[in-house]
């Protein structure tokens, strides 16, 4: 079983930025693959971003140019750089890790708004 937890959510202003990280137990973090998905109210869990432990990396239209997803595996830990932030990117923030199966974490509210 693996752990997963993130944290850097919170309230930022329309164009502002905000850096979540996403913690996940195990001493083969390096062989996760890693990624970010969001859940506004209402609406379907979407992927956000995602990285391969190889270091390929996705990310979904709407935040291409504006988020970086990277991988730091001898802390265990990946990050999601949300830059320009618009209220539509308002959302429930979920990591996973994936290896023989997918591990969820509990979520992080990003909330945008004046």
């Known amino acids: 079983q693996v752990q997963v937890v993130e944290s850097g959510g919170g309230l930022v202003q329309p164009g502002g930025s905000l850096r979540l990280s996403c913690a996940a137990s195990?001493?083969?973090?390096?062989?996760?693959?890693m990624g970010w998905y969001r859940q506004a109210p209402g609406k379907q869990r979407d992927l956000v971003a995602s990285?391969?432990?190889?270091?390929?990396?996705n990310y979904a239209d709407s935040v291409k140019g504006r988020f970086t997803i990277s991988r730091d595996n001898a802390k265990n830990t990946v990050y999601l750089q949300m830059n320009s932030l618009k209220p539509e990117d308002t959302a429930v923030y979920y990591c996973?890790?994936?290896?023989?199966?997918?591990?969820w974490g509990q979520g992080t509210q990003v909330t945008v708004s004046s």
């Open positions: 996973y890790a994936e290896r023989y199966g997918r591990y």
């Open positions: 195990g001493s083969d973090f390096s062989s996760y693959a």
């Open positions: 990285i391969t432990s190889g270091g390929n990396i």
